[in-house]
């Protein structure tokens, strides 16, 4: 608690106390000890102490586990002072990992490092940790150690250097004496050694031979790599906080109509589209949503915005034919009860960067009942920034919405103080989402191949507890349903997500269904005789007419004789 009081993982939090050189030193101390009680194989003397027959030492067991647990809770709390930067906590994980291939070809990773390591798995799964700047997750395995630690070290190392630099260049002399720094690998690699612990104790378990890893290890190490999909399906898909939107309030383009309906008269045509088109003057601006008109009850819409693609490659030229390209399409439902002038606002999932003198389309389905419209449009209007929107009449129209009548009276935007770089800083963002989209996939990817091998590994294997085995296990009940249900909603939205995500499921259900079949209980049949059911044999005749249909008729006089006809 003194600890985290000092050197606080929030940046907006105050320390206590200004940081000095003596107080770095004491918390390099106290890492040190805790790194040595939870490594120092503790789990021999559990074993000795177990084997007590008359269990006269049951309440050290229990004191002793209670010393250990609380080291644990201490070392998580504190993981953000013990390695301040996440280059240090990418060289302790690393360094701890490394020793997976000794311990195991040695049968002592249970002795060893196993509750170090998963304190260290617990600690970077604080949803306060960005795992996305501490893995390599961007670079392949070719990369060396030096230039992975200067690519890692983001803005996050200089701005805790600069909050507490007495304790980061203690804690880097420290981690350069006690950890071995050359021997950091790729993402790809660590990957590997993760998944060796979530994987191995199930294929020794299937083997009946003895576990290497403790459970909390496996549990803490499948509940990081859920961290990891989760982190990244969140990049993917946009939803982390956006620095960009942060920055600028939105604002709503003056109505282009002079006039609204008195009535609500306007028929929304089941569907059938309003649209129109629209360009701005100035560079900077980006779309967020629009305004529409409604009218009573609940009003379900699909609405898209395009580009036109010849206005892209040509600016200005108005010669060349429309060929519009989907930007972002956005469906659910809205009402205008509470809204004294019947319009309702639409925002889209994603932020559209416009580029001046291109000319856009937004298109509306409306289903619902009539609702309000405008009249007596203007060509142009001018906002409050100075920027221009013009508007005029879209081909992609059918329902009677163009330049002076209809739809869509508004549009909703903000514009970047930084104009020249904001299309830079958008192209940036969206190529890092999908890069994250394709992180995440074959992190999933790795995963469910994994789990794969494992089911058909089962399968081979002849053991009543087979079922209880593999649902019982932190892969099948714990990972692999995290990363799906993460996974799910981008492949919702990215199509080409979609096809490897429906792949992966398609690679899982044969082998998902041949245990289930050898493994089902025997199905009730209505048709069998009470005394089959208890063991006795049933009589000749009620076992001929049980049987399958491919058999031929039993005939009448193969049956036993009614009480009738005796």
């Not at 040695?106 to 799964?125: D, G, I, K, P, Q």
């Not at 009535?263 to 629009?290: E, H, Q, Y």
């Not at 909703?412 to 999908?434: P, V, W």
């Not at 063991?535 to 036993?560: D, I, V």
């Amino acid at each position: 608690v003194y600890i985290c009081e000092i050197f606080p993982i929030s940046a907006s939090c105050k320390a206590v106390v200004d940081e000095s050189s003596r107080l770095a030193e004491c918390v390099g101390k106290t890492r040190s000890l805790l790194k040595k009680v939870l490594s120092e194989g503790m789990d021999n003397c559990l074993t000795k102490l177990d084997n007590d027959p008359q269990g006269y030492l049951s309440q050290p067991l229990a004191l002793l586990e209670a010393v250990l647990q609380e080291c644990h809770n201490t070392f998580t709390a504190c993981f953000h002072s013990f390695y301040p930067t996440p280059a240090l906590q990418w060289a302790c994980l690393c360094d701890l990992l490394n020793c997976l291939d000794q311990d195991i070809q040695e049968a002592n990773f249970r002795t060893s490092s196993s509750r170090l390591l998963a304190a260290v798995m617990s600690a970077l799964c604080n949803t306060s940790v960005k795992l996305t700047s501490i893995l390599p997750i961007a670079y392949d395995g070719e990369v060396l150690l030096r230039s992975l630690v200067k690519q890692v070290s983001t803005e996050n190392d200089s701005a805790l250097a600069h909050r507490f630099p007495l304790l980061v260049a203690h804690m880097e002399k420290l981690s350069h004496t006690e950890e071995n720094l050359m021997g950091m690998t790729s993402f790809r690699e660590v990957l590997e050694k993760m998944l060796v612990i979530v994987v191995l104790p199930v294929r020794k378990s299937l083997r009946k031979e003895v576990e290497l890893f403790s459970p909390h290890l496996v549990s803490n190490t499948c509940g990081l790599l859920a961290s990891i999909v989760s982190e990244l399906t969140a990049s993917a898909l946009g939803s982390e906080v956006d620095g960009l939107n942060s920055l600028h309030s939105v604002k709503s383009t003056p109505n282009r109509f002079t006039k609204t309906s008195q009535g609500r008269s306007w028929n929304t045509g089941n569907g059938s589209p309003d649209a129109i088109c629209f360009m701005v003057d100035k560079p900077g601006a980006v779309l967020v949503g629009f305004c529409v008109y409604g009218g009573g009850g609940i009003h379900e819409y699909e609405l898209e915005v395009l580009a036109d693609d010849a206005q892209t490659e040509h600016p200005g030229d108005s010669t060349h034919s429309h060929r519009w390209t989907s930007l972002e399409l956005v469906k659910g439902t809205y009402s205008t009860d509470d809204s004294p002038s019947d319009i309702a606002e639409i925002r889209l999932d994603k932020a559209v960067p416009l580029k001046e003198h291109v000319k856009y389309a937004v298109r509306l389905r409306n289903y619902g009942s009539r609702t309000a419209n405008g009249d007596g449009g203007m060509t142009t209007v001018q906002c409050s920034d100075g920027v221009t929107f013009t508007f005029s009449t879209c081909s992609l129209s059918s329902n009677g919405t163009n330049q002076t009548r209809g739809q869509i009276p508004q549009i909703l935007y903000y514009r970047s103080e930084y104009d020249g770089d904001l299309q830079s800083q958008l192209l940036s963002k969206a190529n890092e989402e999908d890069k994250n989209c394709s992180r995440a996939l074959s992190v999933v990817s790795a995963v469910v191949r994994a789990a794969k091998d494992l089911l058909h590994r089962a399968f081979a294997v002849d053991a009543e507890d087979i079922p209880e085995l593999l649902s019982s296990s932190s892969l099948f009940s714990m990972l692999l349903p995290l990363i799906l249900a993460y996974i799910g909603p981008v492949a919702a939205s990215v199509p080409k997500a979609a096809v490897e995500v429906f792949g992966l499921v398609q690679e899982l259900l044969p082998a998902v269904s041949a245990l289930n079949q050898k493994y089902a209980p025997p199905t009730f049949n209505p048709n069998q005789s009470t005394d089959s059911t208890t063991g006795n044999q049933p009589e000749q005749g009620l076992s001929a007419c049980t049987t399958s249909s491919h058999s031929r008729a039993t005939t009448p006089t193969s049956r036993p004789a009614s009480p009738s006809t005796r």
